[in-house]
Nanobody, 114 residues
Framework: VQLQAFGGGLVQAGGYMRLSCAAS????????MGWYRQAPGKQRELVAS???????NYVDSVKDRFTISRTVANNTVYLQMDSLKPEDTAVYYC?????????WGQGTQVTVSS
């Protein structure tokens, strides 16, 4: 299983960015797929997830600003991030959690300048 994340970069506060996570196989075979982030000196945290049946969950700090979605035909999960804040600065990782284990993509840096 390979997960490849795209879309990080530098944006000003209040701006937006979309991350993509392309999986090597059918994303519906995973219990859920999620986006995590890790800021310097902090633990990795779950930001948003979507289950195989489409149930979405978000950490409180990003609710109403971030949206997780997917395109099954392309085996891709997205994270649309709006109204970005400097505290959203982190390395973002996608993860697929399935019966046979969990798989991580490489991180992509998101930097929000004030």
């Amino acid at each position: 299983v390979q997960l490849q994340a795209f879309g990080g970069g530098l944006v000003q506060a209040g701006g937006y960015m979309r991350l993509s996570c392309a999986a090597s196989g059918n994303i519906l075979r995973y219990n859920y797929m999620g986006w995590y982030r890790q800021a310097p000196g902090k633990q990795r945290e779950l930001v948003a997830s979507i289950t195989s049946v489409g149930i979405r969950n978000y950490v409180d700090s990003v609710k109403d600003r971030f949206t997780i979605s997917r395109t099954v035909a392309n085996n891709t999960v997205y994270l649309q991030m709006d109204s970005l804040k400097p505290e959203d600065t982190a390395v973002y990782y996608c993860k697929a959690d399935g019966r046979n284990g969990a798989y991580w993509g490489q991180g992509t840096q998101v930097t929000v300048s004030s």
